[in-house]
T-cell receptor, first 115, second 109 residues
Framework: IAGITQAPTSQILAAGRRMTLRCTQDMRHNAMYWYRQDLGLGLRLIHYSNTAGTTGKGEVPDGYSVSRANTDDFPLTLASAVPSQTSVYFC??????????????FGPGTRLTVL | GQNIDQPTEMTATEGAIVQINCTYQTSGFNGLFWYQQHAGEAPTFLSYNVLDGLEEKGRFSSFLSRSKGYSYLLLKELQMKDSASYLCAVRDSNYQLIWGAGTKLIIKP
């Protein structure tokens, strides 16, 4: 693989179900991010990880959890899905979280529908 | 609060020049990014500005004025493939990106 992969590509989920969105990068980037993108709104940060073993809350963390057991993987879990979590979810990574270029590279996204 | 403003939609003609503006109010400033996003795809990096002035990269240029909280993305010699949304994002004092809602650019032949 090259870059960032996400799985699944799309999913329809019943409300109340648990769901984990997977994200894997092979660029050895230290920082990783989860965003949601909704029509008419900018990308909103859900959770982030500056390095393996650490995570932090973004702008909209409620109802979501993450873990960062190693450098490559950054799964996002919805413990009990609700319809307002219907969105497109993007995982991203950058070399580091500090100053300088550090542009973020994005995965292809997961389109999630909660009914 | 933090705010990034950019026009919702713009239309331009193939071969022409278009300027997409972005104004921002954020808690701290550690750089401004422009990304391109084609419909149904992921955002891809276009440019980065941290100092005032113009950064040129081929047909695309990006300008920053930190004192005015203002940036623009200039696209020259427009091609049909430039039809996309253009996202402005500011890295704040926590080194997190704050994103605008994006400008949908429609190119007409």
């Amino acid at each position: 693989i090259a870059g960032i992969t996400q799985a699944p590509t799309s999913q329809i989920l019943a409300a109340g179900r648990r769901m984990t969105l997977r994200c894997t990068q092979d660029m050895r980037h230290n920082a990783m991010y989860w965003y949601r993108q909704d029509l008419g709104l900018g990308l909103r940060l859900i959770h982030y990880s500056n390095t393996a073993g650490t995570t932090g809350k973004g702008e909209v963390p409620d109802g979501y959890s993450v873990s960062r057991a190693n450098t490559d993987d950054f799964p996002l879990t919805l413990a009990s899905a609700v319809p307002s979590q219907t969105s497109v979810y993007f995982c991203a990574s950058s070399v580091s979280a500090g100053v300088g270029y550090n542009e973020q590279f994005f995965g292809p996204g997961t389109r999630l529908t909660v009914l | 609060g933090q705010n990034i403003d950019q026009p919702t939609e713009m239309t331009a003609t193939e071969g022409a020049i278009v300027q997409i503006n972005c104004t921002y109010q954020t808690s701290g400033f550690n750089g401004l990014f422009w990304y391109q996003q084609h419909a149904g795809e992921a955002p891809t990096f276009l440019s980065y500005n941290v100092l005032d002035g113009l950064e040129e990269k081929g047909r695309f240029s990006s300008f920053l004025s930190r004192s005015k909280g203002y940036s623009y993305l200039l696209l020259k010699e427009l091609q049909m493939k430039d039809s996309a949304s253009y996202l402005c994002a500011v890295r704040d004092s926590n080194y997190q990106l704050i994103w605008g809602a994006g400008t949908k650019l429609i190119i007409k032949p």
